[in-house]
Each structure stands twice: as C-alpha cells, then as structure tokens.
C-alpha cells in the first residue's frame, strides 16, 4: 500500500520568495496534519486538516496556510520566505479527524527538504 | 507550558548492549503517548501508542512503557540496524486538534558493531 506522498522532495528557494509543498495522504485517511522539523529538533506543528475543514493552527506566522482538496490531498503555503523557513516540512495523515481520532496515530511521509538562500 | 522532553540527546551501544531511552512529559492530560523512529533524511515511522499508566508494548527488540509522568523505550540486545532517532509524542487529552502532537527533540541511537 502506498503511504504518504510528499512532493517535491528538495526545494531551493530565495529569500521573499513562495514556495507550495504537496501532499497526498493514505487511501481511506481523512485528515492531513503538516509538520516543520529544524534540523536537531523534533517536528513541530503547524496545521491539520479534516473534511476540507482546518481543525488546529500551530504557532506560526500568517505567511503559512494550507488547504485541503476533494480527494483528501493537501497544500502548504509559505509567502515571503526567511532564511528561518529552511526545514524538513512533513506531512502526515490519519484515518479520521473527529472523536475517533484520539486513537489514531500519525503515519508521515518523507517530507519536503526547503533550503531558502 | 505542555512540553515532552527526552534523555539522553545521543546513545552510543555496541551490538548487544541494552539500555533504555526516557521521555518526560507535562500535559494538562494524557490522551496518548507516541513512539516514532527516524532515519536520516526520512520521516518518523510509527512504533507504538500508550494510553495509560502502567500499558507496555513490545515489537521485536523493543519494548515501551508508560508511568503517569514518562515513558521509556527499551531495547534489548540491539543490532546496527536499530541506529535511528527516536522522537516521543504527546497527544493531548480535550483538545479537538488531533493532528497535534507534540514532539520532544529526539533520542539520538549509533549501535556500533
């Protein structure tokens, strides 16, 4: 079964830039959580998606948003990106969103390198 | 302020010589507790979930318990090819956001040959 797909899987962007990061979750998972994992740190959370709907906003900036589609596939945004932004972004997916979901763990992709210069 | 923190940040065993990992954890509550493993330039790959107090869990040469304030990851006779990073999650009890976890920065495993 395929797991979570993420792409691209290197990026390299200049400072002020944009840059959009796409994920696709496993068959049958309905909920889409991103991730920015610096370098020695552990992931750190940014957004969750459920039914299209954002269900949870980490602490950052306005510069990141998202989106999810019909088909359960997601989109992160960042606007005028820092030199701060370089990270492993990563996305990960669980079968629902609702009540249910407190039993459900996260399985992730191999996420998207972003080197900003 | 909720925070998950681990020790040690890095491990160095040669093959054979078990020993444990450690996560503390400060919630408001408990709604879940996460192992995850990470190669490099890869993303965590699910181990375990623990739910409450005094729950273990074992898969091959790893086993995780659960105490009211931490968590530890055991392995036992370890081989090279355990060499990973060991990231712990805490998934809080209440919140509707149950795509959050939250990460401590990880246990740094070489297990040399």
């Known amino acids: 079964d395929a797991g979570v797909t993420q792409s691209p899987t290197h990026l390299i962007k200049t400072r002020g830039q944009q840059v959009t990061l796409r994920c696709s979750p496993i068959s049958g998972h309905k909920s889409v959580s991103w991730y920015q994992q610096v370098l020695g740190q552990g992931p750190q959370f940014i957004f969750q998606?459920?039914?299209?709907?954002?269900?949870g906003r980490g602490n950052f900036p306005d510069r990141f948003s998202a989106r999810q589609f019909p088909n359960y596939s997601s989109e992160l945004n960042v606007n005028a990106l820092l030199l701060g932004d370089s990270a492993l972004y990563l996305c990960?997916?669980?079968?629902?969103?609702?009540?249910?979901?407190?039993?459900?763990?996260?399985?992730f992709g191999n996420g998207t390198r972003l080197t900003v210069t | 302020e909720d925070q998950v923190t681990q020790s040690p940040e890095a491990l160095r065993l040669q093959e054979g010589e078990s020993s444990s990992l450690n996560c503390s954890y400060t919630?408001?509550?408990?709604?879940?507790l996460f192992w995850y493993r990470q190669d490099p330039g890869k993303g965590p790959e699910f181990l375990f979930t623990l739910y409450s107090a005094g729950e273990e869990k074992e898969k091959e040469r790893l086993k995780a318990t659960l105490t009211k304030k931490e968590s530890f990851l055991h392995i036992t006779a370890p081989k090279p090819e355990d060499s990973a990073t060991y990231l712990c999650a805490v998934r809080e009890y209440g919140s509707s956001n149950t795509g959050k976890l939250i990460f401590g920065q990880g246990t740094t495993l070489q297990v040399k040959p």
């Open positions: 919630v408001s509550g408990l709604r879940g």
């Open positions: 990960a997916s669980s079968i629902t969103g609702g009540a249910g979901a407190y039993n459900s763990p996260l399985h």
């Open positions: 998606y459920y039914e299209k709907e954002e269900r």
